[in-house]
């Protein structure tokens, strides 16, 4: 079980949107349909922003969507805002009642 | 509202046996819904799914640790623990407890604020 494939940073300008992809294999991201989206902040714990692949918990602006295709998921931020500067983490069931993380992404917003 | 609060020792030597405690407030950890994990992150480092326990005592580890690692839960004080054994410097990582449905989905959707567990000598 290896840790599921992020860009190590990607960045935006302020109002544009960005895509962080999350690879993985059939075992785990392609083989179902639970894929989940955390965004943590310097210093605090990892709050959720997307599961089961494209829901979003209430709370969440409209603006954090999920999708996957294949193997990979990914996580789109529109109307990119200073305060979305920080790391994500994608995390995936990966059958057996295990689940793997992803090796996070930081966005920069320029 | 649900609050996990993580507790532990802070220093561990290398080979000793890391424990750790997440205390659940403001909810049952008897809850039929839901499974209770450990997460860690190594000082400026990602994320590691560590494993999950049920209120009845079933668990799940990762495939990495799962010799290393037992995830125990005492449901008199709406606790649950971790005990890593064998602990080397790459075990250095804030120790985090969350909580997620009784089902495929990792939907961690309540997280305590971590412990902070450094191992040396």
């Known amino acids: 079980q290896s840790a599921l494939t992020q860009p190590r940073s990607v960045s935006g300008s302020l109002g544009q949107s960005v895509t962080i992809s999350c690879t993985g294999t059939?075992?785990?991201?392609?083989?179902?349909?639970?894929v989940s989206w955390y965004q943590q902040h310097p210093g605090k714990a990892p709050q959720l922003i997307i599961y089961?692949?494209?829901e979003r918990p209430s709370g969440v602006p409209d603006r954090f969507s999920g999708s996957k295709s294949g193997n990979t998921a990914s996580l789109t931020i529109s109307g990119l805002q200073a305060e979305d500067e920080t790391d994500y983490y994608c995390?995936?069931?990966?059958?057996?009642?295990?689940?793997?993380f992803g090796g996070g992404t930081k966005l920069t917003v320029l | 509202q649900l609050q996990l609060q993580e507790s532990g020792p802070g220093l561990v030597k290398p080979s000793e046996t890391l424990s750790v405690t997440c205390t659940v407030s403001?909810?049952?950890?008897?809850?039929?819904?839901?499974?209770w994990g450990w997460i860690r992150q190594p000082p400026g480092k990602g994320l590691e799914w560590i494993g999950s326990?049920?209120?009845?005592?079933?668990?799940y580890y990762s495939p990495s640790l799962k010799s290393r690692v037992t995830i125990s839960v005492d449901t008199s004080k709406n606790q649950f623990a971790l005990k890593l054994t064998s602990v080397i410097a790459a075990d250095t990582a804030l120790y985090y407890c969350?909580?997620?449905?009784?089902?495929?989905?990792?939907?961690?959707?309540?997280w305590g604020r971590g412990t902070l567990v450094t191992v040396s000598s």
């Open positions: 969350a909580r997620h449905p009784n089902s495929a989905s990792g939907r961690l959707d309540y």
């Open positions: 403001g909810g049952s950890i008897r809850s039929s819904s839901y499974y």
């Open positions: 326990i049920y209120y009845s005592g079933i668990a």
């Open positions: 059939s075992s785990d991201v392609g083989g179902f349909k639970y």
């Open positions: 089961d692949v494209s």
């Open positions: 995390f995936s069931y990966a059958d057996s009642y295990t689940w793997v």
